[in-house]
Structure formats: structure tokens, C-alpha cells
């Protein structure tokens, strides 16, 4: 027990005692620690909580309660290491130490920031923010590399990830939905990197007409084919919005229906009352244990869901959705990696094809068959993610899959700052409108 506290108890033991109590009587024997006494006290402090505290309440550091866990065990290592320090100076240092070892040390602030949304660590001694789609880099900088690892390893031990040169790269999420992405030597030569992207929860369709992301017409559209259980494939760059835009589309999924979403992290935060939220998951350190989106989407096809939601197909599981979607499971929804409808399409053909499951020739038919509509979404030049185009899939020739462009966005003029521009419906028909009419779902046109 820990000054009062069991580490394999649920919660904190109640003691009423300061836990500062125990070190009355010690013996001063130094007044105050030098930068490097301090540095490497804080090392040897936070691989001490690390080992002896709970990864429960690690992972839980912003609860009154886990870091006053924290806490304690932070005073009973600066008691074992450094033993004597004056009263005061040690209150003065507990503090300290906890506050860094509990959070995450001078990237805090930039997480309790409204305003930023991605924090980009390009290395120790350079911080790189996103505001507003705009980077701006701070003055705020590690002390070393060392110290940036120490706030790395806080992270990413209570998800149970490790980052070393037998697994140098990582990607989680955080408690709050944020994902982290990390890089370690040899795959960083020149040191640690490390980037998060904050999660803005809430967002919706009415959200992204006021950013200029979208119109209402467009809107009105997407609902109407959401609610008509069309597939949809959102399809965009890193950054352009892409699960954000497929959290804003789930609103609108008919609360009668069940869903399951597979994620590879999870981000996605649906506000319906039939979700079931499944994670993708890695290798343990021995090579075990590794839950595959593949694996996911196939129990899924087995648990009853009517729409199944990938967060992003990146291989082998884009075949099982579509089985899935072409046998009993419309309306279901993905997102990938493309600047374009057609290059989406060639990507999707290739994931299928990778199974080896379907012959070169099946599987361009196999792919055009369980997906409606593309929603393409891109970072602009001024930084604003804006959707770009939506075409329809109409069929299969030579091998390659044929879509249809129903709306794009013209743009007008870029003063090098803002983007202006209009979105034009191409005239183009739209073979899934009777579909939706069949269903008494009243389509109001893309423009």
C-alpha cells in the first residue's frame, strides 16, 4: 500500500492524511536540486508511477481522483530518491512533478485550446500548430528529447502501445477521441515525431454549411440518399474531413436500424440509439493478439447489424463490405484515401482484388454493384476542406469502374486568402432518384 493507497483497489483508500504528512521528520540535507539533479529525479519519478501506478488511472489523469493517486506515488519516489528536501520545496516539487508526469507536460495547453486543431511535433525543440487550416509555429519547446519521450511514453502506456526500434511507428486514440501518430528512430532518423489530432465532437451537416464546406441544397440532398440507404464512399486527402463528414451523415440514419462501425482507431461518436462500436487493434509485444478490420467486418456480417460503417477501408476488408452490402446490408458507409472519384474507385478494385478471392475480371462488376454514390472531399489552397464533387457509380467497362458526375464545385476566384466559387449540378441523370422515390423519399435535386 502507497501512503493510504492500494494500487489493486477500484479507488483510493480514504485517508485523511496530508501526503506530505510522512515527510515531517525527514532530515534537511539539501535545499534545492540543480537542473540536472531535477531532470534526472523527474526521469527516474516517472518510470516509477509508470511501473507501480495503475495503467487505469494513468490513462485517466484529468480525474481528481487518478491524479491524486499520482500524487502520492510521486512523493514516495522523491522521499526514496531524493530523501531530506525541506517541507515547502518538496510540496513545491510534488506539484510540479505531477502536473508533468500526470498530463501531458507542455502540450496541454495546445489540447485545452478550442482554437487548434492539430499539434505537429516535428522534433523536441520545433512545435508546430494547426489554427484555422493555418500551421503557426510556437516558441514552446522540450528541454530535450528525453523529455519529449517521457511525455510520448504517458501517452501511449495506458492504450497499451510501445514505441521502440522493434515497433517504431504508432497510432491510437486518446480518451477523448483524438488520434496520435508517432515515429521513432531508425523509421525518424533525426528523432522522435509525434502529431495529434484533436477530435471536435458534435459536428454536423448545419456546422458545415456555415464553415463553406457545403450548401443547404447539397444538404438536403445527402439526406435524402442517406435516408434512401444508399452506400456511400466518401472519398479525400489526409485532412480534408473525411470521418468528420461521415459522423455528420450518421444523424441521419433511420434510428429504427442497427449499426456497427469499424474503426482502426475509433472516432467516429454517432448520436444513435443502435450503435455498437468496434476497434481494430494491433500485434501485441509478442506478436499476438492482433484484431483485424478484416476480421471485424466479417463477425459483423454475423451480429445483425443492418448498416455496417468502416471508418476507412485501407485493404482487405473493402471485399467483405461490399459482400456485405450486396447481400442484405444497403446504406452502409466508408471513407478513403483519393483526390478523386475515379482514382477512389481504382483503389477499391485493388483492395478487393488483393484477397484473390474474385478473378481480375469479377471484380470490377463485384465493386460497381454494392457502391451508390462518391462524396469527394478536398483540402483547398486556403486551408478550408470543401466538397468537390459527388459522382454516381453506373456500371463496369474494360475493367474499370464508370461513374457519372451529379455536382462539382466551380471555383470563382482565390484573392490568396479565401477561396470563392459556387457548386453547379451537371445535368447529368440520376439513376438512384427513382429508387428513392420508390421508397416515398422526396429527392430535391442537387441544385
Known amino acids: 500500500m502507497l501512503f493510504g ?16 504528512e510522512i515527510a515531517q521528520n525527514s532530515q534537511t540535507v539539501q535545499t534545492s536540486l540543480t537542473v540536472d539533479e531535477l531532470a534526472d529525479l523527474k526521469a527516474k519519478v516517472q518510470k516509477e508511477v509508470m511501473v507501480k501506478v495503475d ?39 510534488v506539484d510540479k512533478l505531477t502536473n508533468e508526469i500526470s498530463g501531458y507536460g507542455i502540450l496541454e495547453q495546445f489540447l485545452d485550446d478550442p482554437e487548434v486543431t492539430e499539434i505537429l511535433v516535428e522534433a523536441y525543440n520545433k512545435i508546430t500548430l494547426e489554427k484555422f487550416g493555418d500551421l503557426e509555429e510556437t516558441d514552446v519547446v522540450f528541454n530535450s528529447e528525453e523529455d519529449l519521450r517521457l511525455v510520448l511514453d504517458r501517452i501511449i502506456m495506458p492504450l497499451g502501445r510501445r514505441l521502440d526500434m522493434g515497433s517504431p511507428t504508432v497510432n491510437a486514440r486518446l480518451s477523448d477521441g483524438s488520434r496520435i501518430s508517432a515515429i521513432a528512430p531508425p523509421a525518424a532518423p533525426e528523432g522522435l515525431e509525434l502529431n495529434i489530432r484533436k477530435f471536435k465532437p458534435g459536428i454536423t451537416l448545419d456546422n458545415l ?67 455498437r462500436r468496434w476497434e481494430a487493434k494491433p500485434a501485441n509485444i509478442d506478436g499476438t493478439g492482433a484484431i483485424t478490420p478484416m476480421f471485424l467486418v466479417e463477425h459483423a456480417l454475423r451480429s445483425r447489424p ?31 484515401h483519393a483526390d478523386t472519384p475515379d482514382e477512389a474507385m481504382e483503389q477499391v478494385v485493388s483492395m478487393v482484388s488483393s484477397t484473390r478471392e474474385l478473378s ?20 483547398m489552397p486556403d486551408r478550408s476542406r470543401k466538397l468537390t464533387q459527388i459522382a454516381e457509380i453506373i456500371g463496369e467497362k474494360d475493367g474499370r469502374i464508370l461513374t457519372r458526375t451529379l455536382v462539382k464545385f466551380e471555383q470563382e476566384k482565390y484573392d490568396g486568402k479565401k477561396i470563392y466559387g459556387k457548386w453547379v449540378g451537371t445535368g447529368e441523370d440520376f439513376t438512384r432518384k427513382k429508387k428513392l422515390e420508390d421508397q416515398g423519399i422526396d429527392f430535391p435535386g442537387w441544385e
Open 5 to 20: 493507497y492500494d494500487n489493486k483497489s477500484p479507488k483510493p483508500v480514504t485517508d485523511h492524511k496530508s501526503v506530505f
Open 209 to 275: 454549411i456555415e464553415v463553406g464546406a457545403i450548401n443547404e441544397t447539397l444538404k438536403n440532398a445527402l439526406i435524402a440518399c442517406v435516408k434512401g440507404r444508399l452506400t456511400i464512399f466518401v472519398s479525400g486527402g489526409t485532412g480534408s474531413g473525411k470521418s468528420t463528414f461521415l459522423n455528420a451523415l450518421s444523424s441521419y440514419v433511420d434510428p429504427k436500424l442497427s449499426i456497427i462501425t469499424i474503426e482502426d482507431p475509433i472516432e467516429l461518436q454517432f448520436k444513435h440509439p443502435h450503435v
Open 55 to 93: 495503467p487505469a488511472f494513468l490513462g485517466k489523469y484529468r480525474e481528481a481522483d487518478s491524479k491524486q493517486i499520482i500524487k502520492r506515488q510521486v512523493l514516495e519516489s522523491i522521499e526514496q530518491n531524493k530523501p531530506g528536501l525541506p517541507l515547502s520545496y518538496k510540496e513545491t516539487l
Open 306 to 336: 443492418d448498416i455496417i460503417i468502416v471508418g476507412e477501408v485501407r485493404g482487405k476488408e473493402a471485399h467483405a463490405m461490399i459482400r456485405g452490402v450486396r447481400t442484405g446490408h444497403p446504406g452502409s458507409m466508408t471513407t478513403g
Open 360 to 379: 481480375p475480371e469479377q471484380v470490377p462488376k463485384f465493386v460497381s454493384g454494392g457502391l451508390d454514390l462518391i462524396i469527394q472531399l478536398n483540402r
